[in-house]
């Protein structure tokens, strides 16, 4: 007889509660838990792609190491004992900071990883740290660090009770919400426009959510922040200002007058493309709006002025009185609560990359940085690379160069379920045990989440005879390591669970609640609506809001040399689909069914201006690189603008997972820049890269 399995999904951000029903040993179907109180019975088709996994073939289950060319598996005893003697032997050789550490966007979605993986990468001792972080949301960190003095108190919109929502780069339609977990946004959306309130979209294509919201305005990539500080300073100016309480506890308005004082909505006009009147009627509803929430996403965050964007959009929020507000934008009190356990510390520029001199931020440098810093010889070259859940060569900019550079490294460990662009040239692959075989708490997204609520999930299945979980890879691995620097491991040997570690960590919260209390609700608790709790929450000892930080005041004096100056051709920008994640769900074929999703998206007038027909292919070229692909015609992409999905390009020699090789595609990081970057932050810029187009003379592929 059938089972009845309940967990969270952690594909995505959106903690979507799922219904499995299974019998033995196998999944029958997958559905949304109606009961779940975040996600309500929501769920997206990347729910069945925990079921490809679970079945993939392709999928590693045991290390592999590397021999004159040739994969061959070997024991987890003999792949510890290597991996831990290259680390001491580069160490000795060339120092710790010859050793880097590449963790990928799906460490955050797995528990073990999540617990486990930090205390090994620190015990390495390394400065050269970087992870999928600065490729597209370190600037929300930045702003938030500055402003309220913690990387994750990351003001939250509360759409349940907002009159007005206005989202900038976002596309939570497909992403769920991104930055801010959002299950079954359509419904919520729906819910905000038929209580009669309003929803608008800055970006420069006709999302998906734009098609559903009552107005849509294009914006040319990488300008919003002169649109953002355009409507601050007509705040200000026009004696807008709505501030309330706020201004009990906030600091530095002063400042921010005489610095955004020159950006006027004239001038913004001319940068952004949006009409005057346009940009003005704007900052009316804004103002005029009881209760409102303005959010941005990956189209903020990817450009050359993600921090000072995500500082004005945060400023708005505080101008108009909708920060800590229901209706308006909130912080979240998670019941393991990684800020309350923070002190206040400097987390910016303690050290510096070694070529371009990139300062780090939160324990880690700019992953644009990667490749030179492998490739460039002298004292701290990188010579030894760890990833852990990460596919670099395909997920950052210039990809292509990365791709090259690791031929260079003396030595690499992969830690990953596959072999893939970049893990096919490690030297040892060290594969988990993943999806339904593993226990789930999300530790991250429940600080980003429009409810407070806690979920525990357990593992569906047993892990295959002699695989390994990530905690018991990391632990193990340390251990070793440990016994051969001082001939004792680490807590004696012994290995906690993510059960032992969770207990700890629920031991305090505010609910009051236990973590038998978590493990014994399969749908999760619900701890209730976001509520207003400053300036208790903020994490600066002086418990004020800094609306003024000298750093980002400091880098509007780049916004403005920026003014009037652009590229030759078109601007590059991402797209998601609602399949996709990253490139790593590409080996589900329940996932990758139907047309082809790597086209290129471009305006009917650029695609008359340059006598392309529709699903051509053309020649796409920018300063590192080119590609090959089909155009599609879409009057949803604004002139001059032109729009890739991001993950694909599965078409290297030596991976072995057969999907993603059918649907292989192009990498748009074969056209990204590594020079682009936002230089306040250290994110990658990816949507601020001039390609030009070329007519091919090859016929279409689709």
């Known amino acids: 007889m059938s089972e009845t399995h309940y967990r969270t999904c952690n594909l995505c951000e959106a903690m979507c509660g799922l219904k499995i029903t299974h019998l033995n040993g196998k999944i029958e179907k997958i559905e949304g838990d109606k009961e779940d109180p975040l996600s309500r019975g929501h769920l997206c088709p990347k729910a069945y792609g925990l079921k490809d996994i679970y079945e ?49 966007n799906p460490s955050i979605h797995n528990l ?15 400065k050269n740290m970087y992870t999928a972080t600065s490729t597209d949301q370190l600037p929300h960190h930045f702003a938030s660090w500055l402003m309220y003095g913690h990387p994750l108190l990351v003001p939250i919109p509360d759409i349940d009770n907002t009159d007005l929502w206005v989202i900038f780069g976002g596309n939570p339609l497909v992403s769920n919400g991104s930055m801010m977990s959002v299950p079954d946004v359509a419904h919520r959306m729906k819910a905000i426009q038929e209580r009669g309130g309003k929803i608008i979209v800055i970006d420069p294509r006709k999302t998906e959510t734009a098609l559903k919201a009552d107005q849509h305005i294009f914006i040319k990539p990488g300008k919003d922040a002169w649109l953002l500080a355009a409507i601050a300073n007509y705040i200000i100016s026009e004696g807008k200002l709505k501030w309330g309480s706020l ?23 001319i940068e952004t493309g949006v009409r005057e009147d346009v940009i003005l009627a704007l900052a009316e509803t804004i103002c005029q709006a009881e209760k409102a929430a303005i959010y941005g996403r990956v189209g903020v965050s990817t450009q050359s002025f993600g921090g000072l964007s995500h500082w004005l959009i945060n400023v708005l929020n505080i101008l108009t009185g909708n920060l800590d507000k229901v209706g308006g934008v909130l912080f979240t009190t998670p019941a393991i609560d990684s800020i309350g356990r923070s002190k206040p510390r400097n987390r910016f520029n303690r050290w510096q990359s070694r070529v371009r001199k990139f300062p780090e931020f939160i324990g880690e440098l700019p992953v644009a940085c990667l490749s030179e810093e492998i490739e460039t010889d002298g004292p701290g070259q990188i010579k030894m690379l760890m990833t852990s859940c990460g596919n670099p060569v395909l997920s950052i900019t210039n990809g292509g160069r990365l791709d090259k550079a690791l031929e260079k490294l003396e030595y690499m460990v992969s830690i990953d379920i596959y072999m893939n662009e970049t893990s096919r040239h490690a030297d040892i692959i060290l594969p988990p045990a993943t999806g339904v075989e593993t226990s789930h708490y999300d530790l991250t997204f429940h600080h980003l989440a429009i409810r407070n609520s806690s ?26 390591l440990s016994r051969k620097v001082s001939g004792e491991e680490i807590n004696g040997g012994k290995i906690f669970t993510p059960e032992q570690m969770l207990s700890r960590s629920m031991a305090a919260n505010t609910y009051c609640i ?23 929450r903020l994490s600066h000892e002086n418990k004020r809001i800094n609306l003024a930080p000298e750093l980002l005041l400091n880098d509007l004096n780049r916004l403005q040399a920026s003014a009037n100056k652009s590229g030759e051709g078109y601007l590059l920008i991402g797209k998601r689909h609602l399949r996709d994640n990253n490139s790593w769900m590409h080996n589900s074929e329940q996932l990758q069914k139907g047309k082809n999703r790597c086209i290129l998206l471009i305006n009917p007038k650029d695609a008359k201006k340059e006598g392309l027909a529709d699903k051509e292919v053309v020649r796409v070229k ?19 603008v032109l729009a890739m999905p991001h993950g694909y390009g599965h078409n290297k020699k030596g991976i072995k997972m057969e999907v993603a090789q059918k649907n292989a595609g192009v990498s748009v990081n074969d056209l990204t820049d590594d020079l682009v970057i936002d230089e306040l932050t250290g994110n990658s810029a990816f949507s601020n890269v001039y390609v030009t187009l070329h007519k091919n003379s090859e016929q279409a592929i689709f």
């Open 56 to 104: 993939d073939p392709d999928r590693l289950k045991r290390p592999l190491k590397k021999i004159n060319g040739n994969w061959q598996e070997i024991s987890w005893e003999l792949a510890y004992e290597e991996v831990a003697s290259k680390i001491i032997e580069m160490n000795m050789k060339y120092g710790a900071d010859s050793i880097a550490v590449y963790q990928g």
């Open 112 to 126: 073990g990883t999540m617990l486990t993986s930090q205390p090994f990468f620190r015990s390495l001792k390394t």
């Open 247 to 269: 201004a009990d506890f906030t600091d530095g308005l002063d400042e921010l007058t005489a610095a955004i004082k020159y950006v006027s909505i004239a001038k913004a006009s």
């Open 455 to 480: 979920k525990y999930s357990p593992a569906l299945f047993e892990k295959t005879e002699g695989a390994r979980y990530d905690w018991e890879i990391f632990q193990e691995l340390g251990n070793v």
């Open 514 to 536: 236990t973590w038998e209390q978590v493990m014994e609700s399969p749908h999760g608790l619900d701890l209730g609506a976001l509520k207003p709790q400053l300036p208790g």
């Open 622 to 640: 920018s300063r590192v690189g080119e590609v090959k692909i089909n155009v599609e015609i879409s009057d949803e992409m604004m002139p001059g």
